[in-house]
């Protein structure tokens, strides 16, 4: 489709752009996921644990304060994917996470 092209909107009952009608539901789709105090976060910060928390199969507990650099979404609402030396497919609850500002 180009820009030119008009689709109908079932939810508005409308004729729009479809560029525009695809937006609005990327928009609608889109997770969005907060830290323990509220932040919202987004792939690529750098998150403190404000816990300890043992990592389970790793045999391994990471420390609270521990910075956690680039993280990434996995499209759970409480769930993100990190990064650390030594474990592998770390996931965390964005609960036990600030984000660093």
Request: aromatic share 4%; glycine share 8%.
């Amino acid at each position: 489709m180009n820009d030119q092209d008009y689709v109908y909107d079932e939810e508005t009952g409308e004729w729009m752009p479809a560029a525009e009608l695809a937006v609005r539901h990327a928009e609608a789709e889109r997770v969005e996921v907060r830290d323990a105090v509220g932040n919202i976060l987004i792939d690529g910060d750098q998150v403190t644990l404000i816990k300890d928390l043992e990592v389970k199969g790793a045999g391994q507990t990471l420390r609270r304060g521990t910075l956690i650099k680039s993280i990434r979404l996995t499209g759970d609402t409480q769930e993100i994917d990190c990064k650390y030396d030594g474990i592998k497919g770390l996931v965390l609850r964005a609960e036990f996470v600030r984000k660093r500002t």
